[in-house]
Nanobody, 125 residues
Framework: QVQVLESGGGLAQAGGSLRLSCAAS????????MAWFRRGPGKEREFVAA????????YYAESVEGRFFISKDGAKNTMYLEMNALKPEDTAVYLC??????????????????WGQGTQVTVSS
């Protein structure tokens, strides 16, 4: 069984920074490709950033590119999202997704079989 657990959400002012973490754990020793999605108030879930299992490839949504940075400790299946220059429109529940894989990173939610419960990020203006 795979457990996916996010942490690090909270409240920030516009222009500020927050760092999210996500850990995927299982007993099989797989390496996981991982991603962040978010669901803002009254909005549908959207892709934010993704990283391959080996950490070599990363993709970003246009709305966060240049402000958010994704990284991964491959050996531990722990992923981080450094969020800078935050905007009120970044307010959302941020969801971590994971699926076994080494080389590829995916922007589509249906590529991920394991999801966390989410962590709230609120950005005030």
């Amino acid at each position: 069984q795979v457990q996916v657990l996010e942490s690090g959400g909270g409240l920030a002012q516009a222009g500020g920074s927050l760092r999210l973490s996500c850990a995927a754990s299982d007993r099989m020793g797989f390496i996981y490709s991982m991603a962040w999605f978010r669901r803002g108030p009254g909005k549908e879930r959207e892709f934010v950033a993704a990283i391959s299992g080996n950490g070599a490839s990363a993709y970003y949504a246009e709305s966060v590119e240049g402000r958010f940075f994704i990284s991964k400790d491959g050996a531990k299946n722990t992923m981080y999202l450094e969020m800078n220059a935050l905007k009120p429109e970044d307010t959302a529940v941020y969801l971590c997704a994971a699926d076994p894989g080494v080389w590829a990173a995916f922007t589509s939610a249906d590529k991920y079989g394991y999801w966390g419960q989410g962590t709230q990020v609120t950005v005030s203006s």
